[in-house]
Each structure stands twice: as C-alpha cells, then as structure tokens.
C-alpha cells in the first residue's frame, strides 16, 4: 500500500509541475515574475515549455503587461529596397546595442506591390492593400501577430486600394481614399473593427483620391490631400467622429504641414524637409507655427518618417539612419537640436511607413 501511495503521490506531483507555470508558485505569482522579463526575452520564454509559450502569446499577457506599465514599444518600418522589393525592419529602442533587424516571413505576394498602407492595433502590425506594374489595386490586408512572430492573411478590405492613408482611432483602424479599381469609390473610406474582424465601407464627397499623409489630434483624423502649385495652399480635411462627416481642416494648423507629422501629449510637430531639416511645433494658444529646433544634415537622409515613443521624436530616413531626441528636454547648439543616432543600413533602403507596437 505504501509503494502505491507513493506512486500515486509522484504521478501527483508531476500533473502538479506540468500544470503549473513555475513549480511550488501560484500561477498568478508565476506571471508576476514572468511577465518581468524584459520582451527582448520572450522568444526565449516561448522555448521553455508549450505553456509558458501559450502564456507569451496570449491575451492575458499582453494585457498583464499594458496595466501594469511593463510594456515595452519597438519600431517597425515598412521598407523598399534598390531591387524595389518590400521588407520590413523592426527596432528595440531600449536596447543597449540599438540597430535594426530584418523581420522575416513577410507575405511573398506582397513583395512588389507600391502603395500599400501600415498600421497597428493592438498587438498587430497590419499591411493593406497596395498595387502592382501589372497588378490593380488590391483589397489583401496581412496581419502580424508580434508575440507569436507569425503573418496570416487577415480579412480582406471592403474596397480595394492604393496609395491611402491609414489611422487608428478608438480602436478601430481606418483605410482611407487612395487608388482604387474601375469599381472602386475614389472618396470613400474602410474602418476595421477587430472585435467583428469586418470592414465596413463609408463615403464621402470632401475626401480625394491623392493623399499624402495623416495624423490624429484631438480624437480627430486629419488628411493631406496635396498642395497647390499655384497658391501654395495646403488642402486638408478632417474626420468628426461625433458626425461620421469629413470636413475641410482649419487653414492655420495645416498651413505648415508639408512633411511628415507626429503628435506628442496632444502637440503637434512637423517635419520641414524643403530646406535643411527643421522641426515646426503648432502651439494652440497663439494659433500659430513655431521653429522647435533644427537637425543636423550630417546625421538625417531625407526624405524622413517620423514616429514617437513617450515623448522622444524618431526621425527615420534612407536606409533607416535614425535620429531621436526628446522633446521635453532637447538642447541645441546654435539652433541645431541635440541627438543621438543609430547608424544606417549598408544598403540605402526606402522608409515607406514607420509606426509604434508596444507588448
């Protein structure tokens, strides 16, 4: 009886430790501890076991990690390289030997295609849409899932386009205008709800077919559409989401939006590329633009993307040479801001989109 017992207590013990996350530990204290570990780490938590694997790629880590502040924002930057081939790069600012890698087992359909827009929600990068030489405009979105490293094919857009504008907002992310098929509505605009994975369809005449790039300020979505050659005047609209209805932006806030753009705490910043590098900051007091600082030519290679972690500015150009500084406290020399760098990659790759995930 006793050799039974025994027996009976080891099989026990086992179920016990296989069931458990760490053994002897509570599972909640398990993931207190686990969910410490810095993301640079989680590839190889997922080597451990099939459920400390499970827990990294789950829900409740992501969200374990978001509530209590433990979430860790990387860069990923849609690319086009000399073959006009696209691939995506990914960056871990916090690391200490900073550069950036390759991501791999991007869609092969996707490779050639121009105008193809990016976006993130949630824990997932999404790449939309886009055309090709002897390809119409397509309605393919792909989706990244960034814990489990993995693309899949993700619901298809309900119209389909190219060289669009894409944004978040309230959870939900939006396609707008761009180039489309014969059949396709040219002043029309795709939100996405993850929580119904479907895309629904809107229309509206204030929205044009060129656009050239995007923001959200105040719960609102602003789009450039373009700029006069004769008056220099910046064409603008923007999206009230109390009236489903695009309306034409205020002229003063976009007057100086003529490079890419990034709001930080509700601030609007602006990168002028058409002479040098300058930095243009919209105060909202006395409605009007102001020179926030400039860069250094030596250190950015236009044309620039921009994307904010916090209250840091990165400046991303050709071949993904990266310049960051924070706003909150940046100095400068002589009118020129102070950096730092991340050198460039030996092969002068074209930024397409940049944007921000945090896990």
């Not at 900073?98 to 869609?107: Q, V």
């Not at 121009?114 to 939309?128: D, I, R």
């Not at 002897?134 to 393919?140: S, Y």
């Amino acid at each position: 009886m006793e050799e039974l017992n025994s027996g009976s207590d080891r099989n026990n013990q086992m179920e016990l430790t296989q069931q458990s996350l760490i053994y002897g530990l509570p599972d909640d204290i398990a993931l207190l501890c686990l969910a410490r570990v810095p993301r640079n780490y989680h590839a190889l938590l997922k080597c451990v076991s099939k459920r400390w694997r499970d827990l990294v790629c789950s829900e409740e880590w992501y969200s374990y990690r978001q509530r209590h502040n433990l979430d860790e924002t990387w860069i990923y930057a849609l690319c086009r390289d000399k073959s006009e081939q696209v691939c995506c790069y990914v960056l871990n600012p916090n690391s200490s030997r900073r550069c950036w890698k390759l991501l791999d087992g991007l869609p092969s359909r996707s490779f050639k295609r121009k105008g193809m827009g990016m976006e993130v929600l949630g824990k997932k990068v999404y790449l939309l849409g886009g055309c090709g030489w002897c390809e119409d405009a397509t309605d393919e979105v792909y989706c990244y899932d960034a814990s489990m490293n993995k693309w899949t094919e993700a619901a298809s857009l309900s119209t389909a386009r190219c060289y669009f504008a894409c944004e978040v907002l309230d959870e939900k992310i939006y396609a707008i205008g761009g180039l489309g098929s014969n059949s396709s509505d040219p002043h029309s605009w795709d939100t996405y709800d993850p929580s119904i994975n479907t895309w629904i369809c809107h229309s509206d005449p204030n929205i044009v077919p060129e656009i050239e790039d995007s923001f959200v300020l105040d719960g609102k979505i602003y789009i450039r559409c373009g700029m006069s050659a004769v008056t220099s005047h910046v064409y603008a609209v923007v999206y009230e989401p109390s009236s489903g209805t695009w309306q034409h932006a205020d002229a003063d806030l976009v007057s100086a939006w003529r490079g890419p753009a990034v709001v930080i705490d509700g601030v609007l910043y602006v990168l002028d590329q058409n002479s040098g590098t300058r930095l243009m900051m919209w105060k909202k007091e006395t409605r009007e633009w102001v020179l926030f600082g400039r860069l250094s030519s030596l250190l950015t290679r236009p044309p620039c993307r921009l994307v904010a972690i916090g209250s840091s500015i990165f400046v991303v150009g050709k071949g993904l040479s990266t310049v960051m500084f924070d706003v909150g406290s940046a100095g400068n020399v002589e009118g020129v801001m102070l950096s730092s760098s991340i050198p460039k990659l030996v092969s002068d790759h074209d930024v397409i989109s940049c944007k921000c995930l945090a896990i």
